[in-house]
């Protein structure tokens, strides 16, 4: 390990703070697209930094779409409640325990968001209905939900009668599996093209149909999306018994074409803000992700949008505590997150600083940060004993990123409490 790194990074750190705001949204400059990443999903300082910068990107620079790594039938619950759609909530605590009830549910069911959600409930009141913000869900787990969404709106507006016969036929083929994706991923090595054709041929009639649906409420986005979540979710699942990293790109691909979709319906001026985790939002062709085939979210809104209407934030931490379950569906627990390895770019940035700081890389000094060196990315599911054998992701943090925000020291989530 160069001690060139610590360095460079005591040289062109910044703390963490009030002013350290001003200096991030003036480097973001006229970017469309902000990614707003973490190194978990269960960090109380993630949210918290990415909450306050997204309310100044908000109020200061127009941004009005908050795209995150939630499902969309889940996250229009939240989006309906602060546009002021749906009256019947009363409160973000009530919208988000109900809207994410399925695990991991602390993802966004947590205080945190809790606040943020509140907040822009309040924002977008007095606004002009183009003009509030909006809260979007972008993955693709919601086949099951998706499909209900889908048809309980076309039996709900009979004019679309061509619409929904098509919808039912294209879902009946997923009807054997018991709502499980799960069981369907199984069947697919003995699975004909039909679900295929059909989902895919769903979802080109409706966008050939998207200026008949109503936009009133924004209607019309939702069934296009769920429809979009339907036709992904189907490759996904049927990917996920072939190999790894197509599935990976899969999902990935589908939140781009999401983003796209939510830029699209907003108009060309629009301004978006995605929060995912590190391994969604930093460019992995600057890691060794690359080397498995595997392509993600900034890599190619980087490729779609050009690197100067776009804007990567990637964060990190060097030691805490974490929510995270030991494997996928048992229950969320309280854990440690040791030290990170010395020779990893949190190690060194904790070498050079103990404390919470800020990196901008720019074409200056960004060759700077381009040593391959070990990235921690923590999942919802966690083992703190194995960490060194599998959660660090060879990579260039100064080209991977346009910046990075390091929390020495965290703590955990708040799961809403129901």
């Known amino acids: 390990m160069s001690k060139r790194l610590v360095s460079a990074i005591q040289e062109h750190a910044f703390p963490l703070n009030d002013q350290a705001f001003d200096t991030i949204l003036d480097a973001i400059g006229d970017a469309r697209i902000v990614l707003l990443g973490e190194a978990t999903h269960g960090t109380s300082e993630f949210y918290k930094v990415r909450a306050a910068l997204s309310k100044r990107l908000i109020q200061e620079k127009g941004f009005s779409v908050i795209a995150v790594e939630g499902d969309w039938p889940s996250a229009q619950g939240v989006n309906r409640y602060v546009k002021g759609f749906d009256e019947e909530r009363k409160s973000a605590h009530q919208v988000l325990s109900q809207s994410f009830n399925r695990w991991p549910t602390w993802m966004w069911a947590?205080?945190?968001?809790?606040?943020?959600?509140?907040?822009?409930?309040?924002?977008?009141?007095?606004?002009?209905?183009?003009?509030?913000?909006?809260?979007?869900?972008?993955d693709m787990y919601s086949l099951y939900e998706s499909i209900d969404e889908l048809l309980r709106f076309l039996r709900e507006n009979p004019q679309f009668q061509t619409d929904l016969e098509l919808a039912k036929k294209a879902f009946s083929c997923f009807e054997p599996y018991n709502r499980m994706p799960e069981?369907?991923?199984?069947?697919?090595a003995h699975f004909t093209d039909e679900c295929i054709s059909e989902v895919s041929s769903l979802l080109t009639t409706i966008r050939s149909h998207e200026d008949l649906?109503?936009?009133e409420q924004e209607k019309d986005l939702n069934v296009t999306m769920n429809a979009l979540v339907a036709k992904n979710a189907e490759s996904y699942y049927r990917a996920m018994m072939q190999d790894d990293a197509i599935s990976w790109n899969i999902r990935d691909m589908h939140m781009v074409e999401a983003i796209s979709e939510l830029l699209n319906y907003h108009g060309e001026d629009a301004k978006i803000i995605v929060w995912e985790h590190n391994t969604h939002v930093g460019d992995a062709s600057e890691t060794s992700m690359a080397d498995h085939k595997m392509i993600n979210v900034g890599q190619l809104i980087r490729e779609k949008y050009g690197r100067e209407d776009t804007f990567a934030i990637g964060f990190g931490t060097y030691e805490g505590t974490v929510i995270a379950g030991e494997s996928w569906g048992e229950p969320f627990q309280k854990m440690n997150v040791p030290p990170a390895k010395f020779n990893s770019w949190e190690g060194q940035m904790h070498a050079a600083k103990a404390e919470d700081q800020v990196i901008l890389f720019t074409e200056a000094n960004r060759l700077l940060f381009n040593e391959w060196i070990g990235h921690r990315a923590i999942g919802v599911v966690y083992n703190p004993e194995f960490e060194a054998y599998g959660n660090y992701v060879p990579s260039r943090v100064g080209s991977r990123y346009d910046g990075f925000v390091f929390v020495d020291q965290t703590s955990t989530l708040a799961p809403i409490k129901v």
């Open 110 to 138: 947590n205080e945190e968001i809790a606040e943020f959600v509140e907040w822009l409930k309040i924002e977008n009141e007095g606004k002009e209905a183009a003009t509030k913000t909006g809260f979007y869900g972008i």
């Open 183 to 188: 069981h369907y991923a199984l069947s697919t």
């Open 213 to 215: 649906y109503s936009n």
